[in-house]
């Protein structure tokens, strides 16, 4: 299934929504390195999957996904096989 950046779907909305943090000290309360964050928002271009993925990037670098759903734990075992 490809996803797409919620920007391709959505620019002039993703303008007004994307969000990026900037972490300026060393010594923050969740000891994450310094730089800048971007939260990159990724859908479906294909199905209603009811997922999103997240993608982290830290100064321009991929480091992290986070993917959310919200449909039930049981539309998510009929669509994906898994139960």
């Known amino acids: 299934m490809p996803y797409l950046p919620f920007y391709n779907l959505c620019p002039e909305t993703a303008i007004e929504e994307t969000r990026v943090i900037t972490i300026l000290d060393r010594?923050?309360?969740?000891?994450?390195?310094v730089g800048?964050?971007?939260f990159i928002e990724?859908?479906?271009?294909?199905c209603d999957c009811r997922r999103v993925f997240l993608k982290v990037l830290l100064d321009q670098k991929e480091v992290a996904n986070i993917v959310y759903g919200w449909g039930k734990l049981s539309?998510?075992?009929?669509?994906?096989?898994g139960g």
């Not at 990724?42 to 294909?46: G, M």
């Not at 539309?75 to 096989?81: D, E, G, I």
């Open 75 to 81: 539309y998510y075992k009929r669509t994906f096989r």
């Open 36 to 38: 800048e964050y971007a």
């Open 42 to 46: 990724l859908f479906c271009d294909e």
């Open 27 to 33: 010594d923050n309360d969740f000891s994450l390195p």
